[in-house]
Structures are given as structure tokens and as C-alpha cells.
């Protein structure tokens, strides 16, 4: 996977470091250029646009929405001139935008969102999916453990002591990152019983009008 690579929008959402409804409010508004989106049913964003979907919403306490787009459009143009395919590494022209006497350095939302990629990534690489497994059902790799079943014990504010009691093969780390692909990739259908719950309270997804694509 590249700094290019398509991601959707619960995806985008997770390297991004905003909520789902802002990465639909940012296709929407047309905060990234052209090149970084998809539109249509499935909806794209580039994962390279993530740390400018960071920026303009991190960004918006401090700058006008004008700004904030301005600034895009100068780092967009930067990354289309680059002569490989960009990645979160500096471009020959920085991360600074400078506009008469304002400043805009977008090192911190570039520095944030690789992260938040590099770790996406290890969670990607944690969990396997096969039709001789649980019917194809994500799980940790290498074990029949529903990687939603953890996230949704996790989600739920189960004690760690509780969730390592019924997954004692998972570790701390493994059990985050668990917790984050099912974040960028939620599990379709109705939600399964999960049996450490105990009947706690579900918790409902928030539905979002789409603005279709003109």
C-alpha cells in the first residue's frame, strides 16, 4: 500500500484523525483536490490527503475556512509536481505555505497522519480472512478470534483484565490494533452476540446523508 492507495471513507476517517462525518463533509465541500478523491457509490479519499483533511479541520480554530483551502490547494499542487509517486516524505518544496505574512507549516498534520498510516498498516497486516475460517469472518491471524468481537469488547469498556480472560492468546497491542481495524473497517449486518458483554448496551451507528456526486 502507497501514499496514493484509495481509502474509504472509515478508513480515511482513522488515518485521518477526524470523525466519519467530517471526511464526508470534506469530499462534500471540496476541501481535497481533484486527484486525492473519488467520488460516486464508493467513495475514495487518497491516503496522501489524509493529513490535509487533518489540517483544514485541526487548523479551523485559527484560520478562515478560505485559508485553510488556500493552503490545500499550494500543498496540492506540490504533491502533483512531484516527479514519483508522493508519499508522507517531505516534497521538494516543503510543508510550509507561505501567503504574504502568514505562515502555515503542515508538518505536524503530515508527521500525525504517517503515523496513524504506518499503524493502520500493522493493523491490516494482523488480520486475516479466509472462506475455511469462520466462513470468511475477519479474525486475528493465525487464531479463529473475531477481530470485531474484541473491538466491540474494547468499545464497550470492558476491563483489559476481562478482555485478556477471554482472548488470553492477544496481548495489549495486538488487542489495540484489533480495536483500530474494526474502527476503519466495521463489521457489516447486525452486530453478533458477543458473550463478555453481558448484556451491555449496544452502540448504535450514526447514519450520514450523502450528498450524491453531480
Not at 155 to 168: C, K, N, T, V
Request: proline share 7%.
Amino acid at each position: 500500500m502507497t501514499a496514493m492507495e484509495m481509502l474509504r471513507p472509515t478508513e480515511a476517517a482513522v488515518v485521518s484523525g477526524v470523525g466519519l462525518r467530517e471526511v464526508h463533509h470534506a469530499i462534500d465541500r471540496g476541501v481535497l483536490p481533484d486527484e486525492l478523491v473519488r467520488l460516486g457509490e464508493e467513495r475514495r479519499v487518497s491516503a496522501i490527503g489524509c493529513p490535509l483533511i487533518a489540517f483544514y479541520y485541526g487548523s479551523a480554530k485559527r484560520l478562515t475556512a478560505e485559508e485553510r483551502l488556500s493552503a490545500i490547494r499550494v500543498v496540492g499542487r506540490r504533491i502533483r509536481a512531484e516527479p514519483a509517486e508522493p508519499d508522507f516524505a517531505r516534497p521538494a518544496q516543503g510543508w510550509v505555505v507561505r501567503d504574504g505574512f502568514l505562515q502555515i507549516d503542515f508538518e505536524p498534520f503530515i508527521t500525525g497522519a504517517a503515523e496513524r498510516w504506518e499503524r493502520y498498516r500493522r493493523a491490516l497486516a494482523l488480520v486475516s480472512s479466509s472462506p475455511s475460517v469462520l466462513s470468511g469472518t475477519p479474525v486475528i491471524a493465525g487464531t479463529r478470534i473475531p477481530v470485531h468481537d474484541v473491538a466491540a469488547s474494547v468499545a464497550a469498556g470492558q476491563p483489559s483484565e476481562r478482555i485478556h480472560a477471554a482472548y488470553p492468546g492477544l496481548d495489549d497491542e495486538r488487542i489495540a490494533l484489533a480495536a483500530l481495524y474494526a474502527a476503519a473497517n466495521p463489521r457489516q449486518g447486525r452486530p453478533r452476540a458477543n458473550p463478555i458483554l453481558d448484556g451491555a448496551g449496544l452502540v448504535s451507528e450514526e447514519r450520514i446523508t450523502r450528498r450524491k456526486a453531480g
